[in-house]
C-alpha cells in the first residue's frame, strides 16, 4: 500500500503571506494526486486534481506541481478563509490513500 | 446542482446494526462512484470504498473490507453504508462523495453522518 507523508504537520502563516505544503508518497504515484481542503465543521473540498489541475471554482492563488512521489500544494498569498487543514489523496494505486493532513494555522 | 444529502446522526449501543444513507441528485446517479470517506473524531481522513451505481460493482480498502457493507440502489439514487455488529471504535463521521473513473477524486461530498457507538 502507498503511504503519503505531508510537511509539515502544522505551519503557522500570517495572511499575504506564501504557504507551502509538501506531499511525499512512499512510492510513484505518477501525477494521479489530488488536494482537498477541510474546514472545521465542513466536509473536504477538492482543490487540485492531477497534481496540478484546478477544480471548477477554485481561485488561481492556489497551485499545485509535481510528480513521481514529491508533490507541492502552493498559496501564494493567504486569505482568511484558507485557514483549514489540506490533505493529499493518491489514486494511481489501490486502495487509494489520503496522506495525514497539515493545518494551516494562523500565526 | 449535484448535491448528496446525507442521513442524520445515529447513537447505537455496541453489538447493534446500522445502516447510512447518502441520496444523490442533480447529476446522472449511474454515470459516477460513490465513495464512503471515515474521519475519526480529531483524525484524518480515510478511504473506505466505493459502488458503481451502474453496475454496482463494490471496491473495498483493505482495512474494510469485512467490516462495512456498500451498496445502492439506483432507482431511488441512494448509496448506503452498513454494520452488522458496531463497535465503539466505529465512532466516527462518515461522509460520502462522488468521483469518476476508478479509483477516483472525489469532486461532490455529502455533509457527513456523524455514528457514536457507546454502551
Known amino acids: 500500500e502507498i503511504v503519503l507523508t505531508q510537511s509539515p504537520a502544522t505551519l503557522s502563516l500570517s495572511p499575504g503571506e506564501r504557504a507551502t505544503l509538501s506531499c511525499r508518497a512512499s512510492?510513484?504515484?505518477?501525477?494521479?494526486l489530488a488536494w482537498y481542503q477541510q474546514k472545521p465543521g465542513q466536509a473536504p473540498r477538492l482543490l487540485i486534481y492531477d497534481a496540478s489541475n484546478r477544480a471548477t471554482g477554485i481561485p488561481a492563488r492556489f497551485s499545485g506541481s509535481g510528480s513521481a512521489t514529491d508533490f507541492t500544494l502552493t498559496i501564494s498569498s493567504l486569505e482568511p478563509e484558507d485557514f483549514a487543514v489540506y490533505y493529499c489523496?493518491?489514486?494511481?494505486?489501490?486502495?487509494?490513500?489520503f496522506g495525514g493532513g497539515t493545518m494551516v494555522e494562523i500565526k | 446542482d449535484v448535491q448528496l444529502v446525507q442521513s442524520g446522526a445515529e447513537v447505537k449501543k455496541p453489538g447493534e446494526s446500522l445502516k447510512i444513507s447518502c441520496t444523490s441528485s442533480?447529476?446522472?446517479?449511474?454515470?459516477?462512484?460513490i465513495g464512503w470517506v471515515r474521519q475519526m473524531p480529531g483524525k484524518g481522513l480515510e478511504w473506505m470504498g466505493i459502488i458503481f451505481p451502474s453496475d454496482y460493482e463494490t471496491k473495498y480498502s483493505p482495512a474494510f473490507q469485512g467490516q462495512v457493507t456498500i451498496s445502492a440502489d439506483k432507482s431511488i439514487s441512494t448509496a448506503y453504508l452498513q454494520w452488522s455488529s458496531l463497535k465503539a471504535s466505529d465512532t466516527a463521521m462518515y461522509y460520502c462523495?462522488?468521483?469518476?473513473?476508478?479509483?477516483?477524486?472525489?469532486?461532490?461530498w455529502g455533509q457527513g453522518t456523524l455514528v457514536t457507538v457507546s454502551s
Open positions: 462523495a462522488r468521483g469518476e473513473s476508478t479509483p477516483p477524486y472525489f469532486d461532490y
Open positions: 512510492q510513484s504515484v505518477s501525477t494521479y
Open positions: 442533480g447529476y446522472s446517479f449511474t454515470n459516477y462512484w
Open positions: 489523496q493518491q489514486r494511481n494505486i489501490w486502495p487509494p490513500a
